[in-house]
C-alpha cells in the first residue's frame, strides 16, 4: 500500500469558527472547502466532499479546525475518514473524531431552515475568504447574517461569485 506524506494544514485566519481544509495533492496545498461559526454545515459539506472525492478514486485528506475556549483548535480527521465508505459513514466518523468542546461557541443549527441559513453564510463566508477579507469585525458578521436573512440561495451564491472574482483581480 502506497503512502502519502502530506504537510499538515496551516491554522486558518481570521476569528476562531469552524474550516474544513481540503489537501490538493496536485498542487501539494491545503484550500479551504467551507467554514461555518457552526460545526454541522461544516461536516455536512465534508460528508458531501468525501462522497464526491471517493466516487472519482481520489484521495480524502482533510483537516478540521474550529473554536476551542476563544482559539483556534485543530481536529485532524483525515486518518479518521480515509476509510469510510459512503456520506453518512464520513459524517459520522468526524462526529466520532471531533467532540464538540462546551465553549465552541453557538448552538448548532437544529432545523432545516436553521441548516440552509447555516449553508448561506457558509456560500458569503467562503467568497468573503476568497476576496481576501479574513479579519472580519462584529459588525460584518452582522452584515454577513443580514444578507443571508434576505437573500435566497441562487443570489447569495451570485454575491459570492462576484467577490470570488474580486478577489481574483
Do not use: I
Request: proline fraction near 9%.
Amino acid at each position: 500500500m502506497e503512502t502519502t506524506t502530506r504537510p499538515p494544514s496551516p491554522q486558518p485566519t481570521g476569528a476562531p469558527r469552524w474550516v474544513a481544509l481540503f489537501h490538493r495533492p496536485s498542487s501539494a496545498s491545503w484550500q479551504v472547502c467551507a467554514e461555518s461559526p457552526y460545526r454541522a454545515p461544516v461536516q455536512y459539506a465534508l460528508g458531501e466532499m468525501a462522497h464526491t472525492v471517493r466516487a472519482r478514486g481520489g484521495d480524502f485528506a482533510v483537516s478540521l479546525w474550529g473554536p476551542k475556549d476563544g482559539a483556534w483548535q485543530r481536529f485532524d480527521v483525515s486518518t479518521a475518514t480515509a476509510n469510510a465508505a459512503n456520506t453518512t459513514d464520513a459524517a459520522n466518523a468526524v462526529n466520532a473524531a471531533t467532540p464538540e468542546p462546551p465553549s465552541a461557541g453557538p448552538e448548532e443549527p437544529r432545523t432545516l431552515t436553521e441548516r440552509m441559513s447555516g449553508r448561506r453564510q457558509q456560500v458569503l463566508m467562503a467568497g468573503l475568504g476568497k476576496a481576501g477579507l479574513h479579519d472580519l469585525a462584529p459588525d460584518d458578521y452582522a452584515a454577513v447574517q443580514a444578507l443571508v436573512e434576505q437573500l435566497d440561495e441562487t443570489t447569495v451564491r451570485k454575491v459570492a461569485q462576484w467577490l470570488t472574482a474580486a478577489g481574483g483581480q
